[in-house]
């Protein structure tokens, strides 16, 4: 059973940066997959970001591909997602997830473990 804590969420300016961190605990980190999702109020959960257990490979979502960077310290059993550009549109709750597969997965499915979320409010 895999525990997984996000912080780092809050307020922000558009424009200005945001760096979100997920802790795991509870099982072997370096063997999932970790993904970033957002869900927006009356939206449907989206896709941000994830990345392979050894970190060679990220793959982003449209919406936020150019302006985020996810990387992991899997010596920390932590993932950082570097949101930068934020914009009016990317005010959400920010989730991080687990996932056993040791390929790119962009699916809410493919995802075993979920934190309980951290939001992210982006001023205009």
């Known amino acids: 059973q895999v ?60 919406t936020v591909k150019g302006r985020f960077t996810l990387s992991r310290d899997n010596a920390k059993n932590t993932v950082y997602l570097q949101m930068n550009s934020l914009k009016p549109e990317d005010p959400a709750i920010y989730y991080c997830a687990a996932s056993p597969t040791i390929r790119i997965a962009t699916t809410e499915s493919a995802y075993d473990y979920w934190g309980q979320g951290t939001q992210v409010t982006v001023s205009s």
């Open 3 to 62: 525990q997984l804590v996000e912080s780092g969420g809050g307020l922000v300016q558009a424009g200005g940066s945001l760096s979100l961190s997920c802790a795991a605990s509870g099982g072997t980190f370096r063997g999932y997959g970790m993904g970033w999702f957002r869900q927006a109020p009356g939206k449907e959960r989206e896709f941000v970001a994830t990345i392979t257990w050894d970190g060679t490979r990220t793959f982003y979502g449209g």
